[in-house]
């Protein structure tokens, strides 16, 4: 088992920029396909960025392609999205999760393990 602890979040203006970060704890971290989702208000869950167990693959949803990258640190157990120019609809509360499975899924229903999440919202 692994426990994920979020932070880097806060309140940015549009255009601006934010770098989370997700700390891993138990289990050896680079065993996992690494992944990002976020909810904003009153809607579901959705895929963000996956990235390999290597950090040599990663995957993005086309509403964050060129704007948002997701890398990882397997030395010190820490995966990180990178969030530049910033729009109001990228407000949300953002998770990492960790899956067992090689694959880059971008359903969260592969993912087995869940930080408590970290609210972005962006201003207009």
């Known amino acids: 088992q692994v426990q994920l602890v979020e932070s880097g979040g806060g309140l940015v203006q549009a255009g601006g920029s934010l770098r989370l970060s997700c700390a891993a704890s138990?289990?050896?971290?680079?065993?996992?396909?690494m992944g990002w989702f976020r909810q904003a208000p009153g809607k579901e869950r959705k895929f963000v960025a996956t990235i390999k167990r290597s950090g040599d693959g990663t995957l993005y949803a086309d509403s964050v392609k060129g704007r948002i990258t997701i890398s990882r640190d397997n030395a010190k157990n820490t995966v990180y999205l990178q969030m530049d120019n910033l729009k109001p609809e990228d407000t949300a509360v953002y998770y990492c999760?960790?899956?067992?499975?090689?694959?880059?899924?971008?359903?969260?229903?592969?993912?087995?393990?869940w930080g408590q999440g970290t609210q972005v919202t962006v201003s207009s």
């Open positions: 999760a960790a899956s067992t499975y090689s694959t880059l899924y971008t359903t969260d229903r592969w993912y087995a393990y």
């Open positions: 138990g289990r050896t971290f680079s065993n996992y396909v």
